[in-house]
């Protein structure tokens, strides 16, 4: 498939806001352009075990099962679900990407340029965004049952990766302590101006999905 459309990731620790983001951004550009939203773990075989099985035991597997665990996914869904909808010409914005992975397991000490290694086979993102929030807050916003990475331990080490790699230029930063009306509006002028700045105008009759 050739891809024609643009591929937007939000990253950022469990309980910064970036699902309720993802969504809104969604709904902003699906008046002007064709979308589809989309999160990870996904909705597929090896998501699903992640999601309703893995993520609530009580101990975390060896971090290399873990990387590998999230990689599988992660190629499933790119051929199930997002390739095919960039090849439609749409803009997809999916909760969690590879940055995830880097974050997460490269927390534990796991060799980053590893996980990158495999991870190849997945699609790079066109623009990637970290909305960002303490890990005493995001911890105090968690009203359900935490997962086995959500204590302020492994949160602390996860927002250390990602400000890394925001350092680097490779996750574009948005300051989530502010309302949720301030940071989507903050998101979407950020998406705007880098949609602008590649010039991106789709071909097709705008539709969402």
Request: charge should be neutral; hydrophobic fraction near 40%; proline fraction near 2%.
């Amino acid at each position: 498939m050739v891809k024609t459309g643009i591929f937007i990731v939000i990253e950022g620790l469990d309980g910064s806001g970036k699902t309720t983001q993802a969504n809104i951004l969604s709904e902003k550009l699906s008046e002007n352009y064709k979308v589809l939203c989309t999160a990870e773990p996904s909705q597929g075989k090896i998501g699903s075990f992640i999601r309703n099985g893995y993520l609530y035991e009580e101990k975390r597997l060896p971090k290399e099962a873990e990387a590998l665990l999230f990689a599988a996914d992660r190629i499933e869904h790119v051929q199930n679900e997002i390739a095919s909808a960039l090849a439609e010409d749409k803009i997809v914005i999916c909760d969690r990407y590879i940055y995830s992975s880097l974050a997460y397991q490269g927390s534990t000490g796991l060799s980053l340029d590893w996980i990158k290694t495999i991870n190849a086979r997945a699609l790079q993102p066109d623009f990637s965004i970290f909305i960002d929030v303490s890990p005493e807050q995001v911890l105090e916003r968690l009203q359900r049952k935490k997962s086995v990475m959500e204590t302020l331990e492994i949160q602390q080490k996860v927002r250390e990766v990602y400000l890394k790699f925001v350092e680097k230029d490779e996750l574009i930063l948005i300051n989530g302590d502010k309302s949720k009306d301030d940071v989507a509006d903050a998101l979407y002028s950020v998406i705007l101006g880098l949609l602008k700045k590649i010039n991106y105008q789709q071909k097709k009759e705008k539709n969402v999905v």
